[in-house]
């Protein structure tokens, strides 16, 4: 079975600071997503990985996947309260057309 | 494009009842998946239906079961329900391009079992 460990597992900053979030696991993944969701609504894509030690930006969140494909990291920058929210990562595995979501990092920042 | 639809968006049912929720896709997706979210056991997945055809399953009890239509419309139903069966179920449709399986969610349909 494969797991997706994401750290912390709950984060509360003030507004304007830097955080990282973490995905890890010791399966090696085909492609990793991330998703935000918010109260009462379902997650909504933010970028997805495919190439080992790929960087992608979107404004002012960073995204990296690790050399090996096994683990990811999230950061963002200049937090804002709009960035608040549940943030998901999930690992596709081509050979068994697996989808695994990581246990999520609930995101508050503070006005 | 009209995202992912869910119905109803919230459902109360009591202990030994059954209960179906619909599910439409994205316009052009032919894969629709089906998770559960608690808070406790985070999401998780139920199973993923492709061409009307169910494609992968998860570790759930036979309770949980779905179905796909020509038009790629899903469905899912539990039957005999528990008070553990309290969640929120999550309908969401993908391309299924190679390399990545990109999920498109709806809003949730939120069941609460009495």
């Known amino acids: 079975t494969q797991l997706l460990e994401q750290s912390p597992q709950f984060l509360s900053i003030q507004e304007g600071e830097n955080l990282t979030v973490y995905c890890n696991s010791s399966?090696?993944?085909?492609?990793l997503q991330w998703y935000r969701q918010e109260p009462g609504e379902g997650p909504v894509l933010l970028v997805t990985?495919?190439?080992?030690?790929e960087v992608k930006k979107l404004k002012r969140l960073t995204f990296q996947f690790g050399d090996a494909r096994k683990d990811s990291s999230l950061h963002i920058t200049a937090a804002q309260p709009g960035d608040t929210g549940l943030y998901l990562c999930?690992?596709?595995?081509?050979?068994?057309?697996?989808?695994?979501f990581g246990t999520g990092t609930r995101l508050t920042i503070i006005p | 494009k009209a995202g992912v639809t869910q119905t109803p968006r919230y459902l109360i049912k009591t202990r030994g009842q059954q209960v179906t929720l619909s599910c439409s896709p994205i316009?052009?997706?032919?894969?629709v998946s089906w998770y559960q979210q608690t808070p406790g056991q985070g999401l998780q997945f139920l199973f993923e239906?492709?061409?009307?055809?169910?494609?992968n399953k998860g570790n759930f009890p036979g309770r949980f079961s779905g179905r796909q239509f020509s038009n790629s419309r899903s469905e899912m139903n539990v039957s005999t329900l528990e008070l553990g069966d309290s969640a929120l179920y999550l309908c969401?449709?993908?391309?299924?391009?190679?390399?990545?399986?990109?999920?498109?969610f709806g809003p949730g349909t939120r069941l609460t079992v009495l």
């Open positions: 969401a449709s993908s391309l299924l391009s190679p390399k990545v399986n990109e999920q498109f």
């Open positions: 399966s090696v993944f085909s492609s």
């Open positions: 990985v495919v190439t080992g030690g």
């Open positions: 999930a690992g596709f595995n081509f050979g068994n057309e697996k989808l695994t």
């Open positions: 316009s052009g997706h032919r894969s």
């Open positions: 239906y492709f061409s009307e055809t169910q494609r």
